[in-house]
C-alpha cells in the first residue's frame, strides 16, 4: 500500500498549500502521519489532523473537513470521510486487486524485497553460546532472532554480515582442564559429545562450590589449579591449547547441527580468542588517553559521571575481560568489514554491560561508537514444565527441538499417516513451532513457553502458517498451475478476495516496520493476517469449484499470491516452507 500512501500524502501536501499557502509540510513528512486505523470500516488509511492543529491554528475536525474538500482526485479513492479528528481514506478494492497479484506473481521470490539498505553494511553478532556451557533455551532469542534481523537487513538490500561470537576462551576452560584429567578420557568425550563436557563442567563447578551444610567442603585447591591451568593456555602452553581446540571442536558440531536445524549459517566463528592480539593495543590507547584507573589492582574505566559503574579492563593479574574483548572485538570489525551498522543481540541482563563499553569506545575518541546497537531480550521459561536435564535444571535447546519433533509425528501419525518425508516435515514443523511461538510476541517480554500452545494446529501457530501455505500449494496442484492474468478478465472479486489482496499489499511496509523496531514479531503477527485473511477467502469463495472460468482463474493466482508471499516471510523467520503437510 506504499504506492497509494505516497500518492496520497502528495494530494494531501498540495491541499494543505490551499488551506495554508505559507505551510512547510512536505510530502515526506505527511507520508510519516499517516495511519492504519484498527478497523477497516474506518478506511484504509487515516490522517490524524491534531498533527496539523498547531501549524494551521486551527481544531481538527475543521482541517479535516478543510482538507477533504481542497484535496485533489486521488485514483483508486473511493471517498474520503470526516471522522472527529480524522481524515479517514477508503481505497477502492480494485485498487488491491488489479495490480497486486500480478506483480507478487511476477516478483515471486523477489516480492517484498527492496534497496534501502543497498551499499550499506550490517554486522550482526548473535547466537554465540559460551563453549562447554549448556547450550539452552535462554539461546533460543540471540539465535532466531538474530537470524530474522539478518534475514530482514539481507531483503532490504543490506550486505549483512553475521558473526558468532563464540565464548571461546576465559576460566571455565581451565576449569574443563583441570575436570577432563581428573574424570575424563578421550574416548568417553569422543562418544558422548558436547554433553559429556557439560558434564564434566558442571561436576568440577559442584565439586569446587562442595555442599558445607552437608559436610562437603569447598575444593579451593581445584579453583586455583583451574586458573592454573588457564593461565598455561594464556602463554601459549601445547598441551593445554591441544584440549582447548578440541573442546571447540567437538562444542561446534554440536551447535551445528541445531543452527542447521533451523536453517542458519554464520560468516564468522570468530569467537571472544579471537582478539587476543588485539586487545593489548586497545588497553594502550586508554591508558593514552588517561582513561584506566587502577582499583583494587584492577583497571577500570570510571563511568560515575555516566551514572554507571566502572567498566573493567584488567583483572588484577593483569587478565583481560569479557568487555575488554568487547572493545577489541568492536575496532577490529569497523576496520574489517567497514560496517555502517553493528548489532549485538543478548539477553537483557547484558545491557549494563553494552551501555557500560559503548560509552568506553565513545571516550576512547572512536567517532563511530553510534553505529553500534544492544538489541536486547527478555528471558525464556517453560510453563509447567520442570524439566531437570543431566546438566542440572536447564532445558538444553536441543532437547526443546527434540521434543517438539517427536510431538509432531506423534500428531501427524494420525492426521496423515500416508504423508512423504515423514521425518522431514515433522522436523520443519516442529521447529517452526518452537521458533513461531517465540517470535509471536515482543521480544522485550519475557516469555513463558507452553509446548502445547505452541504446537497446536489451531491457534495462532507455525503449524497453522505451514498447514495455510500447504493448503495454498495444493489448491495450486490440483488446478494444474498458474492460469494466465488474461483468464481473469471480467471478473469483479468479492470482498473477502480484495481484503486478501489489501493484506498482500502491505508486505514491503512489514518488513520495514520489522527493521525499523528490530522485531521480527512485526513479520510473525504479519503472517497470522495473511492466514486469516486466506482462510476467511477460503471458506467465503469456491476455488476449484468456482462457476466462472474467470472466477477460478483469479482465485487460484489469488492462491498463488498468497503462497509466494507467505512463503517470502516465513523466509524472514527460520520458519521452513512446507509444501506437504
Ligand atoms: N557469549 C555471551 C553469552 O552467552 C554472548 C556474547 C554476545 N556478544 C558479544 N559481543 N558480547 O552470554
Same mark, same amino acid.
Given at each position: 500500500?506504499?504506492?497509494?500512501?505516497?500518492?496520497?500524502?502528495?494530494?494531501?501536501?498540495?491541499?494543505?498549500?490551499?488551506?495554508?499557502?505559507?505551510?512547510?509540510?512536505?510530502?515526506?513528512?505527511?507520508?510519516?502521519?499517516?495511519?492504519?486505523?484498527?478497523?477497516?470500516?474506518?478506511?484504509?488509511?487515516?490522517?490524524?489532523?491534531?498533527?496539523?492543529?498547531?501549524?494551521?491554528?486551527?481544531?481538527?475536525?475543521?482541517?479535516?473537513?478543510?482538507?477533504?474538500?481542497?484535496?485533489?482526485?486521488?485514483?483508486?479513492?473511493?471517498?474520503?470521510?470526516?471522522?472527529?479528528?480524522?481524515?479517514?481514506?477508503?481505497?477502492?478494492?480494485?485498487?488491491?486487486?488489479?495490480?497486486?497479484?500480478?506483480k507478487v506473481i511476477s516478483e515471486g521470490d523477489d516480492y517484498?524485497?527492496?534497496?534501502?539498505?543497498?551499499?550499506?553494511?550490517?554486522?550482526?553478532?548473535?547466537?554465540?553460546?559460551?563453549?562447554?556451557?549448556?547450550?539452552?533455551?535462554?539461546?533460543?532469542?540471540?539465535?532466531?532472532?538474530?537470524?530474522?534481523?539478518?534475514?530482514?537487513?539481507?531483503?532490504?538490500?543490506?550486505?549483512?554480515?553475521?558473526?558468532?561470537?563464540?565464548?571461546?576462551?576465559?576460566?571455565?576452560?581451565?576449569?574443563?582442564?583441570?575436570?577432563?584429567?581428573?574424570?575424563?578420557?578421550?574416548?568417553?568425550?569422543?562418544?558422548?559429545?558436547?554433553?559429556?563436557?557439560?558434564?564434566?563442567?558442571?561436576?568440577?563447578?559442584?565439586?569446587? @562450590?562442595? #555442599?558445607?551444610?552437608?559436610?562437603? +567442603?569447598? %575444593? !579451593?585447591?581445584? $579453583?586455583?589449579?583451574? =586458573?592454573? /591451568?588457564?593461565?598455561?593456555?594464556?602463554?601459549?602452553?601445547?598441551?593445554?591449547?591441544?584440549?582447548?581446540?578440541?573442546?571447540?571442536?567437538?562444542?561446534?558440531?554440536?551447535?551445528?547441527?541445531?543452527?542447521?536445524?533451523?536453517?542458519?549459517?554464520?560468516?564468522?566463528?570468530?569467537?571472544?580468542?579471537?582478539?587476543?592480539?588485539?586487545?593489548?593495543?586497545?588497553?594502550?590507547?586508554?591508558?593514552?588517553?588517561?582513561?584506566?584507573?587502577?582499583?583494587?589492582?584492577?583497571?577500570?574505566?570510571?563511568?560515575?559521571?555516566?551514572?554507571?559503574?566502572?567498566?573493567?579492563?584488567? @583483572?588484577? #593479574?593483569?587478565?583481560?575481560?569479557? +568487555?575488554? %574483548? !568487547?572493545?577489541? $572485538?568492536?575496532?577490529? =570489525?569497523? /576496520?574489517?568489514?567497514?560496517?555502517?551498522?553493528?548489532?549485538?543481540?543478548?539477553?537483557?541482563?547484558?545491557?549494563?554491560?553494552?551501555?557500560?563499553?559503548?560509552?568506553?569506545?565513545?571516550?576512547?575518541?572512536?567517532?563511530?561508537?553510534?553505529?553500534?546497537?544492544?538489541?536486547?531480550?527478555?528471558?525464556?521459561?517453560?510453563?509447567?514444565?520442570?524439566?531437570?536435564?543431566?546438566?542440572?535444571?536447564?532445558?538444553?535447546?536441543?532437547?526443546?527441538?527434540?521434543?517438539?519433533?517427536?510431538?509432531?509425528?506423534?500428531?501427524?501419525?494420525?492426521?496423515?499417516?500416508?504423508?512423504?518425508?515423514? #521425518?522431514?516435515?515433522?522436523?520443519?514443523?516442529?521447529?517452526?513451532?518452537?521458533?513461531?511461538?517465540?517470535?509471536?510476541?515482543?521480544?522485550?517480554?519475557?516469555?513463558?513457553?507452553?509446548?502445547?500452545?505452541?504446537?497446536?494446529?489451531?491457534?495462532?501457530?507455525?503449524?497453522?502458517?505451514?498447514?495455510?501455505?500447504?493448503?495454498?500449494?495444493?489448491?495450486?496442484?490440483?488446478?494444474?498451475?498458474?492460469?494466465?492474468?488474461?483468464?481473469?478478465?471480467?471478473?469483479?472479486?468479492?470482498?473477502?478476495?480484495?481484503?486478501?489482496?489489501?493484506?498482500?499489499?502491505?508486505?514491503?511496509?512489514?518488513?520495514?516496520?520489522?527493521?525499523?523496531?528490530?522485531?521480527?514479531?512485526?513479520i510473525t503477527r504479519y503472517i497470522l493476517d495473511i492466514c486469516?485473511?486466506?482462510?476467511?477467502?477460503?471458506?467465503?469463495?469456491?476455488?476449484?469449484?468456482?462457476?466462472?472460468?474467470?472466477?477460478?482463474?483469479?482465485?487460484?493466482?489469488?492462491?498463488?499470491?498468497?503462497?509466494?508471499?507467505?512463503?517470502?516471510?516465513?523466509?524472514?523467520?527460520?520458519?521452513?516452507?512446507?509444501?506437504?503437510?
Open positions: 500500500m506504499l504506492n497509494f500512501k505516497n500518492t496520497l500524502s502528495q494530494a494531501l501536501s498540495c491541499a494543505i498549500k490551499k488551506i495554508s499557502p505559507e505551510s512547510e509540510l512536505s510530502a515526506s513528512e505527511l507520508l510519516s502521519m499517516l495511519e492504519y486505523p484498527p478497523s477497516r470500516d474506518m478506511g484504509d488509511i487515516a490522517f490524524p489532523c491534531f498533527k496539523l492543529s498547531k501549524s494551521l491554528r486551527k481544531a481538527p475536525p475543521v482541517i479535516a473537513s478543510l482538507l477533504s474538500e481542497a484535496m485533489d482526485k486521488v485514483e483508486y479513492l473511493a471517498k474520503a470521510e470526516v471522522a472527529g479528528g480524522y481524515l479517514n481514506f477508503f481505497i477502492d478494492d480494485s485498487y488491491f486487486t488489479d495490480g497486486i497479484l500480478d517484498g524485497k527492496s534497496d534501502s539498505g543497498k551499499g550499506k553494511t550490517l554486522v550482526i553478532d548473535y547466537s554465540s553460546p559460551n563453549v562447554a556451557k549448556p547450550f539452552h533455551i535462554g539461546h533460543l532469542g540471540t539465535t532466531v532472532i538474530g537470524h530474522s534481523l539478518k534475514k530482514l537487513h539481507e531483503f532490504c538490500g543490506w550486505n549483512a554480515i553475521g558473526i558468532n561470537h563464540l565464548g571461546d576462551w576465559g576460566t571455565q576452560f581451565g576449569k574443563l582442564i583441570v575436570a577432563y584429567k581428573l574424570w575424563g578420557n578421550k574416548e568417553q568425550i569422543e562418544e558422548g559429545g558436547i554433553d559429556k563436557l557439560v558434564e564434566l563442567y558442571v561436576r568440577i563447578n559442584n565439586t569446587i @562450590k562442595g #555442599d558445607p551444610e552437608n559436610g562437603i +567442603p569447598a %575444593r !579451593d585447591d581445584l $579453583a586455583d589449579q583451574s =586458573r592454573a /591451568e588457564f593461565h598455561k593456555m594464556e602463554i601459549g602452553d601445547e598441551e593445554n591449547i591441544a584440549l582447548w581446540k578440541w573442546f571447540i571442536e567437538i562444542s561446534l558440531n554440536e551447535y551445528e547441527k541445531t543452527y542447521k536445524q533451523l536453517g542458519i549459517t554464520f560468516d564468522s566463528y570468530a569467537g571472544e580468542s579471537f582478539y587476543t592480539d588485539l586487545m593489548p593495543a586497545q588497553v594502550q590507547r586508554l591508558r593514552d588517553k588517561d582513561l584506566l584507573k587502577i582499583d583494587d589492582g584492577a583497571s577500570i574505566v570510571d563511568l560515575s559521571e555516566y551514572n554507571m559503574p566502572p567498566c573493567l579492563i584488567l @583483572k588484577r #593479574d593483569g587478565s583481560t575481560l569479557y +568487555p575488554t %574483548r !568487547d572493545i577489541a $572485538a568492536a575496532v577490529y =570489525r569497523k /576496520e574489517h568489514y567497514n560496517f555502517d551498522k553493528c548489532v549485538y543481540v543478548t539477553s537483557n541482563q547484558q545491557i549494563l554491560h553494552f551501555q557500560q563499553w559503548f560509552k568506553v569506545l565513545e571516550l576512547m575518541g572512536y567517532e563511530w561508537y553510534g553505529e553500534l546497537v544492544h538489541i536486547p531480550y527478555g528471558t525464556v521459561s517453560i510453563g509447567g514444565m520442570k524439566l531437570a536435564t543431566r546438566t542440572g535444571n536447564v532445558i538444553l535447546l536441543k532437547d526443546l527441538f527434540k521434543m517438539a519433533v517427536e510431538k509432531v509425528k506423534a500428531i501427524m501419525e494420525e492426521k496423515n499417516p500416508d504423508l512423504e518425508n515423514k #521425518d522431514e516435515v515433522a522436523e520443519a514443523v516442529g521447529i517452526g513451532a518452537i521458533v513461531f511461538y517465540y517470535l509471536t510476541n515482543s521480544r522485550i517480554k519475557d516469555n513463558d513457553f507452553s509446548l502445547e500452545d505452541a504446537l497446536s494446529f489451531e491457534g495462532n501457530t507455525g503449524p497453522y502458517a505451514q498447514y495455510t501455505y500447504a493448503r495454498c500449494c495444493s489448491i495450486i496442484e490440483k488446478a494444474g498451475g498458474v492460469p494466465e492474468k488474461s483468464l481473469t478478465s471480467g471478473y469483479e472479486p468479492q470482498a473477502a478476495e480484495a481484503a486478501l489482496c489489501r493484506v498482500l499489499s502491505l508486505f514491503t511496509e512489514k518488513v520495514n516496520d520489522a527493521i525499523t523496531d528490530s522485531e521480527p514479531m512485526v486469516a485473511a486466506f482462510n476467511r477467502f477460503y471458506h467465503d469463495c469456491p476455488i476449484l469449484s468456482a462457476n466462472e472460468d474467470n472466477a477460478r482463474a483469479f482465485r487460484v493466482r489469488l492462491t498463488e499470491a498468497t503462497k509466494t508471499v507467505l512463503g517470502n516471510a516465513f523466509g524472514l523467520i527460520c520458519l521452513k516452507k512446507t509444501p506437504k503437510i
